[in-house]
């Protein structure tokens, strides 16, 4: 009982410390800890609710990480509907509400409250007892979906509240999701990367994460929550800026940009001022919104149709603008991603001169009939970079001739190529110059080749310089010591550290390796499936694309982006010089000669098991013969289960696939 008392009592530390952290990095901005610390805490936590399952609570912070997918989400029906705001994009209808307000109000004093109106998804948060009990969309205003699992991976979400309010034993809180544009950029530079679509915007992308079926591709996106609205069954509130004052004791993130404003003039005042601020800000603003403050001044006032008299969305004028396109250029990516360029007649634009504007790619193009010489609209909305959305026909001169895309790379001539089915052009020369710092930072990113050390800007001064044209230039650094030593901010121990990373990055396996080539679509999954497959680079390079469509989970489009990359003059040059340097071009890893239960079959893990992680399960399975696979399909052999089983071992009760507990796995691994 006192081992179980000791455990109890860590387990609720943990979880303290952990929640606390979260409050000071997600909602306060200031971080008390080192990441490496927080990681280190967040680990012991899992390991002990891993082994003491039975002692997992639903506020714990490991219920960020995300459960099981779910196959629909159920609906779920507001207490009180959640209504859409009256929009206005001038000062005289901010007015003409401001006398309807006074009209209804007659000889009473009132005040409003002015809030940046986000650009992001609208939710309803339920708390019960301080806990979060669900989460869900806006939906139609009377009805929305239950999304508490996404919700909960939102690390500025409270899962459980920092302290108490009497009288709020069970209320609700609405506020926006939303994405940060630097976030947002990041995680559009790592799908490019990943050969995966790109999103159009911030909000969009955020549109689409609390949609996700799957909670822990939702814990990978960098979604925020901001509150701006509390609603309880209590008397005791009084006044809308006081409940922000409240949330933000809770704990939620609350905006700190909320103003009161005692007239309409102080309303546009507000307004104006933050039309020419707004991007400054991290996030995306589309205007205000302007709410009476005292709650019994909203009640009294009321709603009309599906908006509240109280209340109005102040918006900012649309940044469109018309002006000449130029010319059409091509900008080569990260990636080798040729995206078409709008090269403009500058025009002031949302703040900024706009020179140039993104046409996204050749079907866009001929869809709008874009042409040099064009009058065309601009816009700079919620997107990041401007965009062209239009073209005013009627002002097109005589003479004009449509776009064609050519047939070689604007940067190394190198001849590039559409791949079926596909919108995007591509170089595949992996030394072209506009691809160099993207494909090497690629190649050294953690879950390629982990060389520590070699980030962004370390990159970017090598390859300024000229030391680096390639991945394979890396190998040949510890010939330039002396001259990385003599770099501004860098010194002899930083340079040290950083050939030795590069040395033993060399003991990577071949599946990083093929990885970190950055082929286009071949992730760590689709380089694994390779390499259990061809087991060598020369396998892999003497392949025809048949043999490569044959392997389990490769299609018609991995096959042709690999083929494409090896048959590259430039790439295989690399890879050579890779070779050379001493990297690992094949697979070293020792499967079993003799029979086992495992030889030949194939098996699909599902569920956590206790006395392994995934990736070990695997290897050990791999090690005695079998192949694991991520799917359970009518070749699937049988099944482990472990806790919380899923989708897969209903799928496997359905084809009548064994399937084993845990202590039968781990009888056979014994036994082979």
């Not at 606390?20 to 800890?33: F, G, K, N, T």
């Not at 901010?94 to 005040?111: I, P």
């Not at 396109?325 to 078409?340: D, W």
Request: glycine residues 8%; hydrophobic residues 35%.
């Amino acid at each position: 009982m006192a081992g179980s008392a000791s455990i109890v009592k860590r387990l609720e530390g943990l979880r303290a410390q952990l929640r606390e952290h979260d409050y000071r990095y997600y909602v306060l901005a200031q971080p008390a800890i080192a990441d490496e610390e927080y990681d280190r805490l967040l680990r012991e936590l899992l390991d002990l609710e891993s082994a003491h399952p039975d002692l997992v609570t639903p506020d714990s912070p490991s219920q960020r990480v995300g459960g099981q997918p779910t196959k629909e989400f159920p609906t779920v029906v507001h207490d009180v509907p959640m209504l859409s705001l009256s929009n206005t994009y001038n000062e005289e209808e901010v007015r003409d509400f401001d006398r309807r307000v006074g009209s209804a109000l007659g000889d009473e004093t009132y005040r409003y409250v002015c809030e940046l109106k986000v650009d992001g998804v609208a939710v309803s948060l339920v708390y019960r007892d301080a806990m979060l009990l669900r989460g869900a969309t806006r939906g139609d205003g009377t009805q929305g979906d239950d999304i508490t699992q996404n919700l909960k991976t939102i690390r500025s979400v409270p899962l459980r509240l920092m302290g108490k309010k009497k009288g709020l034993a069970e209320f609700e809180v609405r506020g926006e999701v939303f994405m940060k544009r630097d976030d947002f950029r990041r995680m559009n530079a790592e799908r490019e990367l990943a050969g995966e679509k790109l999103f159009i915007n911030p909000r969009n992308s955020a549109a689409g994460t609390l949609k996700l079926q799957d909670p822990k591709v939702v814990a990978s996106r960098p979604l925020n929550f901001v509150a701006y609205y509390l609603r309880a069954g209590s008397g005791t509130l009084t006044s809308h800026h006081d409940n922000l004052a409240i949330l933000r004791d809770l704990g939620f993130p609350v905006s700190r940009e909320t103003r009161i404003c005692r007239n309409v003039e102080a309303v546009v005042e507000y307004w104006r001022d933050w039309e020419t601020r707004r991007d400054s800000l991290p996030y995306d603003i589309d205007g205000v919104v302007v709410k009476v403050d005292a709650l019994r001044h909203q009640e009294r006032l009321g709603t009309i149709a599906k908006s509240p008299r109280w209340a109005i969305a102040f918006k900012f004028a649309s940044r469109q603008a018309t002006t000449t396109l130029k010319a059409i250029t091509l900008q080569v990516g990260r990636v080798g991603t040729i995206t078409p360029v709008a090269e403009l007649e500058p025009v002031f634009l949302g703040g900024t001169t706009v020179s140039r504007a993104t046409l996204h790619n050749e079907d866009y193009i001929k869809e709008l009939d874009i042409r040099p010489g064009d009058t065309v609209v601009v816009e700079k909305g919620g997107d990041v970079i401007p965009k062209v959305s239009s073209v005013v026909k009627e002002k097109r001169k005589g003479g004009t001739k449509p776009f064609t895309m050519p047939s070689e790379c604007p940067e190394c001539g190198s001849k590039i190529s559409r791949p079926e089915g596909e919108a995007s052009t591509y170089c595949e020369n992996s030394e072209c110059s506009a691809q160099l710092r993207g494909r090497i930072e690629h190649f050294a990113h953690r879950g390629a080749m982990d060389i520590e050390g070699l980030g962004e800007a370390v990159v970017d001064q090598l390859a300024a310089l000229g030391y680096v044209n390639n991945y394979a230039d890396l190998y040949e650094l510890h010939r330039k010591r002396g001259a990385l030593i003599k770099l501004d901010r860098w010194g002899e121990k930083s340079v040290e550290n950083l050939l030795l990373a590069v040395e033993k990055s060399k003991e990577r396996p071949f599946g990083r390796l093929l990885f970190a080539l950055g082929i286009r679509h071949v992730g760590t999954s689709v380089a694994q499936l390779i390499v259990d497959r061809f087991q060598s680079m020369e396998a892999l390079k003497n392949a025809t694309f048949e043999e490569l469509q044959s392997v389990q989970g490769i299609g018609p489009r991995i096959a042709e982006s690999i083929t494409r990359f090896l048959e590259d003059k430039h790439n295989r040059k690399i890879i050579e010089r890779l070779a050379k340097s001493g990297l690992t071009l094949e697979e070293k890893k020792k499967r079993s000669t003799r029979q086992t239960p495992f030889t030949g079959k194939t098996i699909v893990l599902t569920g956590t098991l206790a006395a392994y992680g995934r990736e070990e399960a695997k290897a050990l399975v791999e090690e005695r013969g079998g192949h694991v696979s991520s799917s359970v399909s009518t070749k699937t052999d049988f099944v482990i289960v472990g806790l919380d089983a899923g989708s897969k071992l209903d799928k496997a009760k359905k084809l009548g696939i064994r399937t084993l507990e845990e202590e039968e796995f781990i009888k056979l691994l014994k036994s082979g």
